[in-house]
């Protein structure tokens, strides 16, 4: 689906390299009627920082070549999608890999393994 | 060496001086005073006489004249004259004059008529002579008395001639009256004087010309140099016949004559024939016109004063000499004392200190005398103590030499054994070089950095690794202390030389190691920074403090701890991600609403995996952290904590687990409220976490867990907190208590009451525990329950600068 096409949902942007998560997200939210885009690289990633910002963005921090983190600050940095909610997702749990998401502007940091995937939605929706 | 001159002889010497002296400067004052006086007083006494010396001889030359002009009144005389001249008369007249030449004053005494021709005379060969060129007849013939001196013709004899003329009744003048006076007037007239006896005496006439002389060779001579006319005249008048009447040179007295003014002149004149001083008294002889002329010598003169003079000096020599003597024998008498004195002194000196001087003249010689026999008290007295010292010193002396003997004796034999001695050492030194050879061997080949420091921490031994891990050289590093070449850091931290494991080595006496977890680093000064692992040791030689360091560079090993580390981090968050999915899944399963729902026995078989995959997640977390402690990677942030407060919120974390089995938990401190100490609330919560969890599934429900937290005292002021969780449940049985604390280790009837446990709580509690100094234990009775118990000291967890915290959330 072209993130420019489509139109009244309300649209989601999932950075994640995992298949299996990236399913359990795609089956989750598009049952909530997101639109759900995917991106399996932080490279991936950026390209769609050129694109319309999406409503919400779910970030991995752990992913290859580019990572969370520079992600972030790209979204941070980019104009047009400098204010869309990112929520931080990640198995790095740290007190200074989540303070260090705080500082670069993440809208929060949810632990994955701790959490349950309602919950991931329930807060993904109070962000929108 | 000085001439040594008696005293006496001095003293004469002396005396004698002082008289030549004295009287030398007596004499001469004397002798110019009496001098002058009496040159003056001479020159008086020659006016005088002078004075009256001419007078006499102007009273007698007048006199002469006065006979003279009598004889030429008398009558008889004058008929003579007018008569012609008959011898009767002539015998008359002849008698008449010898009547008034009695007294021989003249000789002769004649007359002369008119023509000047000798008529009468007591010198018969006079008569019939012509006299007529005389001057006495020719001023006679005018009428003047003259009296003139002459050279007679006749007799060659030199006289004074006193004429008178004779005048006739009827008043012309008849003849001359001629009386001429020749003797030696000197002789007759100045008799006596005492002038005469040393100087001369002379009388003048008008030019100078000397009538008489008492030295002859004045006589008829010139006072002074006699102009051409006056010559003329002289020798006109034939008054000094062919006489030369040469000059005298007495010019000076020719002036005084010619320049005569009436009153004597007495003045200083230098004989220019004898070339001596004199004083010349020139006087005019009164009613003639003759003058006294004086000489006398000054040194005739004054001679009287020169007699003085000589009496003076004789008497200066006379009492010199004769002082001298009774000087040089009286003396004697005075200095006999001294003489004696000095015997004394000598006998003294020869070391009869017995010897006694007696000497009672009562003055200063009597006093010395006195003095000289206390001194010489004394001087008995301390030789005689000077002797029983020397007495004792030579008697200490010959036994110190005695043992000084023994001495040498006994150093002889110690020489021998030093040389023995010098050649063990000699050996030795071969067999220590030999060892020093071994040992460098296996410093070199040591695989470790050794240094050996002394209590200065100076590197007084390093080996060749030293030098390879630290990239220096010998000399570098040799000699230096530790601290100018190497800088300590902890984590990021530079640690102060205080604090350094070096210094505590020394002052604790203790041996130190460090690892890879003490997060050593060593900075050399050359800038290269590397993690060090090293152990430190007091090594005490012979009473000389070092310490022997042996270090490694961990540079390898930390980035394999951390490579390993970071293994555990990520290898524990990859296993999280598809357990994620695995829970995910599973929720989404079991809700039903996204694939179709599940039947009951579906349901409970998901739901049991999803347990599972829950446990899953337990234990990696609790592995995580656990990893993180034993990595040394731990960050501890303390901050002031009320533990019952901490408590309080972890058993809130708890939500209902609790309630749900009815357990009722008490938590207790004493003191009330507690001291606030410094923990990090992550780690202190976990432990409390831990404990609280295990009560919560090991306790029985319906039961009371009693958490009690106590502030007490250990030994030494180490204070500490104890923290307790008794519960009362399954407890710990014997055979599992030793190994309570290990990794997965499960009790036997823990595994049974609670099968999904990990048995890992307890060995991170331990970890923790134990990481803040603090110590971990139970007490527990099977089947009764369990009290786990924790302490913390009061001052609390040491900051630690770790990488992560102990949280995993």
Redesign the interface.
């Known amino acids: 689906m072209n993130i420019d096409t489509a139109i009244g949902k309300k649209k989601i942007l999932i950075v994640e390299d995992?298949s299996?998560?990236v399913?359990?997200y795609q089956?989750?939210f598009e049952?909530d009627n997101f639109d759900v885009f995917i991106a399996t690289t932080g490279t991936d990633a950026l390209h769609y920082l050129d694109k319309e910002p999406v409503d919400v963005v779910l970030l991995d921090l752990?992913l290859p070549g580019v990572s969370g983190f520079d992600v972030l600050m790209a979204i941070r940095k980019n104009n047009i999608w400098k204010n869309v909610p990112v929520i931080i997702l990640s198995?790095?749990?740290?007190?200074?890999d989540?303070q260090r998401g705080k500082d670069l502007g993440a809208t929060d940091y949810i632990?994955?393994?701790?959490a349950?995937?309602?919950e991931v939605a329930d807060k993904v929706k109070r962000y929108l | 060496m000085h001439k040594q001159i008696s005293l006496r002889n001095k003293i004469t010497a002396f005396t004698v001086g002082s008289i030549l002296l004295f009287g030398s400067v007596a004499i001469a004052i004397v002798f110019f005073y009496a001098r002058s006086n009496y040159y003056a007083l001479r020159q008086a006494d020659i006016r005088t006489e002078v004075l009256e010396q001419a007078s006499d001889i102007g009273a007698s030359l007048e006199q002469a004249k006065r006979i003279v002009k009598h004889i030429a009144s008398e009558k008889e005389l004058i008929r003579y004259l007018e008569g012609d001249a008959e011898s009767s008369d002539r015998a008359r007249i002849v008698d008449m004059l010898s009547h008034y030449n009695g007294e021989r004053l003249y000789d002769p005494l004649y007359v002369l008529d008119r023509s000047g021709i000798a008529t009468a005379s007591l010198d018969s060969t006079f008569v019939g002579n012509d006299y007529s060129f005389r001057s006495y007849f020719t001023n006679a013939m005018r009428g003047e008395s003259t009296a003139e001196f002459l050279i007679g013709v006749t007799s060659g004899k030199a006289g004074y001639y006193f004429s008178s003329p004779v005048i006739s009744s009827d008043g012309g003048i008849i003849g001359v009256v001629v009386g001429k006076v020749s003797r030696d007037i000197g002789n007759e007239l100045i008799s006596g004087s005492f002038l005469i006896e040393n100087g001369s005496i002379m009388i003048t006439d008008t030019d100078g010309i000397v009538l008489y002389a008492s030295r002859a060779d004045q006589l008829y001579h010139s006072i002074g140099v006699l102009s051409d006319e006056d010559r003329d005249r002289i020798t006109g008048n034939r008054q000094f016949a062919n006489l030369p009447l040469t000059s005298l040179g007495y010019n000076r007295i020719f002036q005084a004559i010619r320049t005569h003014t009436g009153t004597p002149d007495l003045f200083d004149f230098s004989n220019p024939v004898t070339h001596e001083n004199e004083v010349v008294a020139v006087v005019a002889i009164p009613q003639t016109d003759l003058f006294l002329v004086v000489q006398e010598s000054v040194v005739s003169l004054i001679a009287p004063v020169r007699i003085i003079l000589f009496g003076l000096i004789i008497a200066v020599l006379l009492s010199m000499l004769a002082t001298s003597i009774f000087v040089y024998v009286l003396v004697r008498q005075f200095l006999a004392p001294l003489s004696r004195l000095k015997f004394a002194a000598e006998r003294i000196s020869a070391g009869a200190f017995d010897y006694r001087v007696e000497i009672k003249t009562g003055d200063e010689l009597g006093k010395m005398g006195e003095q000289f026999n206390v001194m010489a008290d004394r001087l008995k007295n301390s030789y005689a103590g000077l002797e029983r010292t020397v007495a004792e010193k030579t008697s200490e002396l010959s036994a110190k030499l005695v043992s000084i003997e023994q001495k040498n004796a006994e150093l002889r034999d110690t020489q021998r054994a030093v040389l023995n001695i010098l050649e063990d050492a000699r050996s030795l030194e071969a067999q220590i070089a030999d060892e020093r050879n071994h040992l460098r061997g296996i410093l070199a080949a040591m695989g470790e950095g050794l240094f050996v420091l002394d209590d200065r921490y100076r590197i007084v031994l390093s080996n060749p690794i030293a030098e390879r891990i630290l990239d220096m050289q010998a000399d570098e590093i040799i000699g230096k202390s530790m601290s100018d070449i190497i800088t300590l850091y902890k984590g990021k931290e530079e640690v102060p030389v205080e604090g350094r494991p070096m210094v505590k080595v020394f002052t604790e006496g203790k041996i130190i190691a460090a690892d890879l977890r003490d997060d050593f680093y060593w900075q050399t000064s050359k800038g290269r920074k590397f993690p060090v692992g090293f152990i430190a040791a007091p090594l005490t030689v012979g009473g000389i403090r070092n310490e022997v360091v042996v270090f490694r560079n961990l540079e390898k090993e930390k980035n394999l701890d951390e490579a390993r580390t970071s293994f555990i981090s990520i290898t524990s968050h990859q296993l999280r991600t598809p357990l994620t999915s695995i829970k995910w899944f599973l929720e989404m399963l079991m809700e039903g609403s996204y694939a179709d729902p599940l039947t009951v026995k579906q349901r409970e078989f998901a739901d049991l995996a999803y347990q599972a995959s829950e446990k899953m997640v337990g234990i990696i977390n609790l592995l995580l952290q656990i990893a993180r402690v034993e990595s040394g990677r731990l960050k501890v942030l303390p901050v002031p904590t009320d533990l019952k407060q901490l408590t309080a919120s972890i058993i809130a974390s708890f939500g209902n687990a609790f309630q749900m089995r009815k357990q009722v938990i008490i938590v207790q401190t004493v003191p009330d409220p507690l001291p606030v100490i410094q923990i990090d609330v992550d780690v202190m919560g976990q432990v409390i976490q831990n404990l609280l969890s295990n009560a919560n599934r090991y306790a029985n429900e319906n039961s009371t867990i009693i958490i009690s937290i106590e502030a007490g005292q250990g030994e030494q002021g180490s204070d500490f907190i104890t923290y307790s969780i008794a519960d009362q449940g399954i407890g710990i049985g014997k055979n599992a208590t030793s190994r309570i604390f290990e990794k997965f280790y499960r009790a036997e009837n823990a595994l049974r009451s609670v099968p999904e446990g990990s048995g890992l709580g307890l060995s991170l509690v331990k970890s923790l525990v134990e990481g803040w100094g603090g110590r971990v234990w139970f007490e527990s009775e099977e089947g009764k329950g369990t009290t786990f118990f924790f302490t913390i000291p009061i001052g609390g967890m040491q900051a630690r600068a770790g990488e992560v915290g102990i949280a995993v959330t």
Request: aromatic share 4%; hydrophobic share 45%.
């Open positions: 995992d299996f998560i399913k359990a089956i989750r049952n752990m198995n790095l749990g740290q007190t200074e989540i632990v994955k393994a701790n349950r995937i309602n």
